[in-house]
């Protein structure tokens, strides 16, 4: 463990959300390891500066929180799978939207997820072929807009029980039992209830669902690169 890193046990978990695209070039590179812009130049044009802004900022945060400086941060993320951090460092996880970054942090196992509350999906269509029978009748009563954010509010709580258990969305979405109006989810194949939040945050005239699956979510930050 890092000379002066606070022990895992005595720390706290963390969430916080920002904006992407504020980084200067400079600090971009500054922020990111070599193996990063290797596996950046892997990838197609427009995810390029994303993937690596992203990375660089996750750093960032990371460091105000636990104390360090970013590039002292162990953080191994390569492009498509659930990122790491060193042992004794805790778990991270982030999801972005647009130019919104969503951060989460804690001394256990942890997931986050972010949806704009709006965003436009086949609500009906999804819910027929990704759902289980239980929430099909559950939600069977629902007007067509609410259909909407019921199952959006549904994706973003299983997207982030599925990154809490480093698994895939296309193996284990048809597995869980999202209960209406409750905090909590069930993985079917096991029978076991799993604890989940969604919150409904408006930011300017955007609004968006944060999911945290993990301990009981702590209070949100705006983080920024100040």
């Not at 990111?32 to 660089?56: G, I, M, Y």
């Not at 196992?109 to 704009?116: I, N, Q, S, T, Y």
Request: one cysteine or more; proline letters at 7%; glycine letters at 8%.
């Amino acid at each position: 463990m890092a000379a002066g890193l606070v022990p895992r046990e005595l720390r706290q978990s963390r969430w916080g959300w920002g904006d992407l695209g504020k980084l200067a070039p400079r600090e971009l590179m500054d922020g990111t390891t070599s193996q990063e812009l290797e596996w950046a130049r892997s990838l197609p044009a427009a995810r390029q500066e994303n993937f690596l802004r992203s990375r660089s900022l996750v750093r960032q945060w990371l460091a105000r929180w636990l104390g360090c400086k970013p590039m002292a941060v162990p953080l191994t993320a390569p492009p498509g799978q659930a990122p790491h951090l060193g042992e004794e460092w805790g778990t991270v996880s982030w999801s972005h939207s647009g130019q919104r970054l969503l951060l989460g942090w804690s001394p256990q196992a942890v997931g986050v997820d972010l949806e704009r509350a709006n965003r436009p999906l086949a609500a009906q269509a999804l819910l027929q072929r990704f759902f289980p029978l239980q929430e099909q009748q559950q939600l069977s009563c629902l007007s067509a807009s609410e259909l909407q954010g019921a199952v959006l509010r549904s994706w973003v709580a299983k997207e982030a029980l599925i990154k809490q258990r480093r698994s895939s969305i296309s193996l284990e979405l048809g597995h869980w039992w999202m209960e209406s109006k409750q905090p909590r989810a069930m993985h079917l194949p096991t029978g076991v209830w799993w604890p989940v939040q969604v919150h409904c945050l408006s930011f300017g005239a955007e609004q968006w669902f944060l999911g945290w699956s993990g301990d009981n979510s702590p209070s949100l930050e705006y983080l920024d690169c100040s």
